[in-house]
């Protein structure tokens, strides 16, 4: 771990206990974060850092939204988790403000985005041997190369990362992995026991790959003409991060199904949600998925109010309008310690030229001057601030990374 030299002797004792006593799963930044606002965070010396990750887009709303910490308190002293064993009187109006926001008829709550992803899978086989007639254990799901959809043992047996797949098998059968943004390549993998084609709309932790135009459509039409469930993971780029409410909207495609998450739950608690219509997700029966946390009242409470604020549409087109903002501003260190730059909305994929640093390397020195962003895959730094975030920010973080870039 790289650690600045004057960091302060209480953050070096706070980050050599979690050295000590949590598993090394994480490669964090230096900096030890205690408290937060808006899209600000303090550390534990005082010093206050703009936030550009958002935790991965599960902060969207920014550090402690009001309206959020509000609905949070007010659940807190009723009462927090009954299990699906019983029902609780949030659960409902949380799902019917859901469905009504993806046009869709159910919805099937969890609690990580990776859930919602195996939720989905489960999903997408019972259709195919319920509904479709595909024979006993044959069904296929068709992925797309450089995937992100978790981390448990079925998702990354169909992952090309090495550092997510390798000695992790034996890898359940099942998925055929194609080129992502090839439509083509989609059809030509499908036959009679294809289930489903899952893919995320925009790719994030592969860093902001945007498909080429047109790519999404054509999956919808050929998902549509071979009988096949087209799955939508929004877990990142949806809830308003992209300009439009998912991803799916930026070409005016519905798919069958919804894989949602992190926003979900407002930073303040994990809620994801499989959300699809009565004749996709009514395959389920009861006692054959479930979570002891899913759709608990807490949950429902806080994501109830998330796509309340989401349904006015300001965040998103407050997402579209900085997003422009924030595009125009990076393409101009493209020949400046950039090699290219891929924006949708208030997300950015920053590919960084070797000859100035690694983006470990320039995202510590952004750390330095009170910026918070996370590389990936080597040369690139992702950039997702909350939807919150003043243009007047945004460039104050532009001409750190100038500097950094330096």
């Given at each position: 771990?790289?650690?600045?030299?004057?960091?302060?002797?209480?953050?070096?004792?706070?980050?050599?206990?979690?050295?000590?006593?949590?598993?090394?799963?994480?490669?964090?930044?230096?900096?030890?974060?205690?408290?937060?606002?808006?899209?600000?965070?303090?550390?534990?010396?005082?010093?206050?850092?703009?936030?550009?990750?958002?935790?991965?887009?599960?902060?969207?709303?920014?550090?402690?939204?009001?309206?959020?910490?509000?609905?949070?308190?007010?659940?807190?002293?009723?009462?927090?988790?009954?299990?699906?064993?019983?029902?609780?009187?949030?659960?409902?109006?949380?799902?019917?403000?859901?469905?009504?926001?993806?046009?869709?008829?159910?919805v099937l709550p969890m609690?990580?985005?990776?859930?919602?992803?195996?939720?989905?899978?489960?999903?997408?086989?019972?259709?195919?041997?319920?509904?479709?007639?595909?024979?006993?254990?044959?069904?296929?799901?068709?992925?797309?190369?450089?995937?992100?959809?978790?981390?448990?043992?079925?998702?990354?047996?169909?992952?090309?990362?090495?550092?997510?797949?390798?000695?992790?098998?034996?890898?359940?059968?099942?998925?055929?992995?194609?080129?992502?943004?090839?439509?083509?390549?989609?059809?030509?993998?499908?036959?009679?026991?294809?289930?489903?084609?899952?893919?995320?709309?925009?790719?994030?932790?592969?860093?902001?790959?945007?498909?080429?135009?047109?790519?999404?459509?054509?999956?919808?039409?050929?998902?549509?003409?071979?009988?096949?469930?087209?799955?939508?993971?929004?877990?990142?780029?949806?809830?308003?991060?992209?300009?439009?409410?998912?991803?799916?909207?930026?070409?005016?495609?519905?798919?069958?199904?919804?894989?949602?998450?992190?926003?979900?739950?407002?930073?303040?608690?994990?809620?994801?949600?499989?959300?699809?219509?009565?004749?996709?997700?009514?395959?389920?029966?009861?006692?054959?998925?479930?979570?002891?946390?899913?759709?608990?009242?807490?949950?429902?409470?806080?994501?109830?109010?998330?796509?309340?604020?989401?349904?006015?549409?300001?965040?998103?087109?407050?997402?579209?309008?900085?997003?422009?903002?924030?595009?125009?501003?990076?393409?101009?260190?493209?020949?400046?310690?950039?090699?290219?730059?891929?924006?949708?909305?208030?997300?950015a994929g920053i590919d960084?030229?070797?000859?100035?640093?690694?983006?470990?390397?320039?995202?510590?020195?952004?750390?330095?001057?009170?910026?918070?962003?996370?590389?990936?895959?080597?040369?690139?730094?992702?950039?997702?601030?909350?939807?919150?975030?003043?243009?007047?920010?945004?460039?104050?973080?532009?001409?750190?990374?100038?500097?950094?870039?330096?």
């Amino acid at each position: 771990m790289t650690t600045p030299q004057n960091i302060d002797p209480a953050a070096l004792s706070l980050i050599a206990a979690e050295e000590q006593h949590v598993a090394h799963n994480y490669h964090p930044l230096p900096v030890v974060v205690a408290s937060g606002e808006g899209v600000w965070v303090t550390d534990v010396e005082g010093k206050r850092y703009l936030d550009l990750l958002s935790a991965y887009s599960a902060m969207n709303f920014g550090h402690r939204h009001p309206q959020l910490v509000a609905a949070a308190t007010a659940q807190l002293g009723r009462i927090t988790l009954t299990s699906r064993a019983f029902h609780n009187d949030r659960l409902g109006s949380f799902a019917a403000a859901l469905a009504q926001l993806c046009g869709k008829d159910l919805v099937l709550p969890m609690n990580t985005g990776a859930e919602a992803v195996e939720t989905g899978i489960k999903v997408a086989r019972a259709w195919a041997y319920r509904v479709k007639g595909v024979p006993a254990d044959a069904a296929t799901i068709v992925v797309a190369n450089g995937n992100f959809h978790g981390r448990t043992t079925t998702i990354i047996g169909f992952s090309d990362d090495p550092s997510a797949h390798d000695d992790f098998g034996p890898y359940a059968p099942g998925f055929l992995s194609v080129p992502f943004g090839d439509a083509a390549a989609i059809e030509a993998a499908i036959d009679d026991n294809t289930a489903a084609v899952l893919v995320e709309p925009i790719q994030g932790e592969a860093g902001v790959i945007i498909p080429p135009e047109g790519y999404l459509a054509a999956v919808r039409e050929i998902c549509t003409r071979r009988n096949v469930l087209f799955i939508a993971d929004e877990i990142q780029s949806g809830l308003g991060r992209v300009g439009t409410t998912f991803a799916c909207d930026r070409e005016g495609v519905v798919p069958d199904v919804y894989l949602l998450g992190k926003a979900l739950g407002g930073g303040i608690l994990p809620v994801s949600a499989v959300v699809a219509d009565a004749d996709v997700l009514g395959v389920i029966r009861p006692g054959e998925h479930g979570s002891t946390f899913g759709g608990n009242p807490l949950a429902a409470a806080i994501g109830q109010r998330v796509v309340e604020m989401l349904a006015t549409g300001k965040l998103q087109s407050r997402a579209q309008l900085l997003g422009e903002h924030l595009d125009e501003k990076l393409r101009e260190l493209i020949g400046h310690g950039v090699t290219a730059v891929r924006t949708a909305g208030l997300w950015a994929g920053i590919d960084i030229d070797p000859a100035r640093g690694t983006g470990r390397e320039v995202a510590e020195r952004l750390l330095t001057r009170g910026v918070l962003v996370k590389d990936t895959h080597g040369q690139t730094l992702r950039i997702a601030p909350p939807l919150v975030i003043r243009a007047t920010e945004l460039d104050w973080a532009v001409e750190q990374l100038k500097v950094a870039l330096g």
